[in-house]
Every structure is written in C-alpha cells, then in structure tokens.
C-alpha cells in the first residue's frame, strides 16, 4: 500500500505529460496549416505601373443602358467619351475569332440560340444586341477607341477548356496597340497561370466572389478554393477583383493586410457603395451610376 501512491502519482504526471504534449502538437500543426494557408494566398505586390489604371471608374460592360447594349461599340464609345474606362468580355469563335460578349449562350443578349464557342464569326455578325442595330464586335474593333484614351479591364472568359488559346490570341493582339493601357483577369486560374508563365510583363488579377454561399454549380471543393484565393501560390496575381457584396471575407482581407495587393471592387451599383469601396482603396467597377460618380470625384 505504501507504494501504489507515488506509483500512481507519477502515471498521473507522465499522463498529464502526454496530454501536454499532444497539446503542442497540434498547437504547432494548426500553426503549420495556418502558415501554409496564408502561403496558398500569395499575390505580388502592387506594380508601378498598375497606378495608372487604378485612377479610373470602369463601366461595367461599356456604359449601357437607355437602348444602348452591353459590350456594344456604342457602350464602349460612350465610356470613353464621359472620361472612364471599361470592363469587357471575351470569348473564343468556333473559327477562333475574339469576340466580345459576356454570356457563353447567345439567348439573354441576341435571342438566338447555341453557345458563342459553337458559332462563327459570320453567324454572330448576322445578329443584333437587345433588339437594337448594334452587333457583336470583335475584341480588335473595341481596342482603337481606348488605346491613348482609357484603360480596360479585359476578362478572359474560357470555355470548354480553350483557356490557352483564348488568352494566347488576346495577348497577341494587344501587341498591336502600344499605346492602350489594360490588364487581364479571369474567374478560371488556368488563364492567370498561362499569363504568369508567358506574359509575366501583363498585369494580372484574380475574380473572385463567394462561390460557397452563391452556388453556382461548382464542386464544392473548387468553390472553396476559389473563395478563400487558395490557388494564388499557383497563379501569383497582381490584383484581386472580388464581388463588392463579399468583401469581408477573411481571405481578401489577409490578402490585402499581408501580401498588400490591390482590390477591385465589382459590381458598384449605388453612391453609397462607391463611396465604401473608394475610401478603401479599391478602384471600381460599375453599372448604371455614371451621374453619381461625378459628385463623388
């Protein structure tokens, strides 16, 4: 009896060490993940020459509205005309034309039916944007109105996995304006790596909302992903564009305090909303409050 005491007194303390002990090790391996988590975020710092672009408003789509189309010449023309710059789309032709339309389905804009991948450029030119006389243009008809004018915000819209070939046609056909300032991004990472790996020169930013609370036909192991940045270690971004209505998100937030990136704000619909966005250091993109940015400036 006299020795069950401090026999047992010591498998209580070597238990306490183990309890300890495993404390620590997952203190340390949840420090570990956490550092590897902000490592997954990584973007590059702000470039000098991006300052330039963050001076301007972007018209969502060209300044539409009032019979005018999105992503029509006379959007486009109107934006430039009232001092912004714009935000437009493209996408790749079954003849590998650059188009520029927002949606892959030609039903919202032009009534038709099929994809615009499945179309040639002769089948798109034949329609006409929300019942108007204004056409699909071309990304090469759209250019020459901003070059040594305004910025553009180009999004590379891939399908069907031609995201390289999409991105490699743009890329070479802004050579030919030396003088229009721009940079590109996209939902899909696929295109900010090719850009990283080929054209590290081109500015570059991630799109990005939340995909897990919105839904939008995702797996969920990719909506996660593309929410919390996770993939930015792989395509290195020099901007994030994120959705104005998500933005306190805690990945966005980490990516702006730590990495010091510059935020997008998309899509600015209300004075009030410019305002926040502004004040914080995020350039916008917008629709429909053209009158009201004015006021703000």
């Avoid at 994030?240 to 730590?258: H, M, N, Q, V």
């Amino acid at each position: 009896m006299e020795t069950t005491g401090p026999r047992q007194s010591m498998a209580w303390k070597l238990s306490t060490l183990r309890i300890d002990m495993i404390i620590v090790y997952i203190l340390c391996a949840m420090l570990l993940l956490a550092a590897l988590w902000l490592l997954t975020m990584r973007t590059k710092r702000k470039k000098e020459d991006f300052f330039g672009l963050a001076k301007f408003h972007y018209a969502h789509r060209g300044l539409h509205g009032n019979g005018i189309p999105e992503n029509s010449l006379a959007a486009f023309s109107l934006a430039v005309n009232h001092g912004f710059g714009a935000e437009l789309d493209v996408h790749l032709t079954k003849d590998h034309r650059l188009v520029v339309i927002h949606d892959k389905t030609l039903k919202r804009t032009t009534g038709a039916e099929g994809m615009v991948e499945d179309a040639t450029l002769k089948e798109l030119k034949s329609l006409n944007l929300e019942g108007t006389q204004e056409k699909i243009p071309l990304l090469q008809e759209v250019l020459p109105l901003f070059e040594g004018k305004a910025p553009l915000i180009i999004e590379i819209k891939a399908v069907k996995g031609n995201h390289a070939e999409l991105t490699r046609r743009v890329c070479e056909l802004l050579v030919n304006y030396p003088k229009l300032k721009f940079c590109i991004e996209s939902f899909d990472p696929r295109v900010l790596r090719w850009l990283k790996k080929h054209r590290p020169n081109i500015i570059r930013g991630q799109l990005s909302c939340d995909f897990v609370r919105r839904k939008n036909g995702l797996p969920l192991v990719l909506a996660v992903l593309l929410t919390n940045l996770s993939l930015n270690f792989w395509t290195v971004p020099h901007f994030i564009a994120y959705r104005f209505e998500d933005r306190s998100k805690l990945a966005l937030r980490i990516c702006r305090k730590i990495w010091g990136v510059q935020e997008f704000s998309w899509t600015i619909k209300s004075k009030a909303d410019a305002k926040t966005a502004l004040a914080d250091g995020a350039p916008i993109i917008f629709e429909h409050i053209q009158e009201d940015l004015c006021t703000i400036n």
